[in-house]
C-alpha cells in the first residue's frame, strides 16, 4: 500500500508537497499532513520557489528536471507535482514514512 502523499500517475507518479519558502536551506523536514513538507532556500516570488523544487526534486531523485513537472499549487504551498519514476522507486529515494 502506497503513503498518502504518493500515487501513480500516467507513466510515473504523483507527488503530494507542502512548501516553505524562504528557509535557511532547502531540504525535506518530514511529513506536513498527507504530505512531504519541503524547506526551499528560494523566496516565493517570479517562479523562484518552483524553480528550485524542481531543481531539488530532480537532483534527488536523479532524473531530469524536465521529467518533474508542477501540475497543481504553482502559487500555493500546497503542490501536486508529477515525476517520471514509479513510486516505488520515490518511497526508496526519499526514504520517508510510508
Request: hydrophobic fraction near 35%; proline fraction near 7%.
Amino acid at each position: 500500500m502506497l503513503p498518502e502523499w504518493l500515487c501513480p500517475y500516467k507513466e510515473g507518479s504523483l507527488v503530494r508537497l507542502y512548501i516553505q519558502p524562504g528557509a535557511r536551506s532547502t531540504g525535506i523536514t518530514g511529513l506536513h499532513d498527507d504530505r512531504v513538507k519541503i524547506r526551499i532556500s528560494a523566496a516565493p516570488r517570479d517562479g523562484e520557489a518552483n524553480r528550485e523544487i524542481i531543481s531539488f526534486l530532480s537532483e534527488l531523485l536523479s532524473v531530469t528536471k524536465k521529467d518533474v513537472e508542477i501540475l497543481r499549487g504553482e502559487s500555493g504551498r500546497s503542490k501536486d507535482v508529477y515525476v517520471n519514476l514509479p513510486p516505488e522507486k520515490i518511497i526508496t529515494l526519499l526514504k520517508l514514512p510510508s
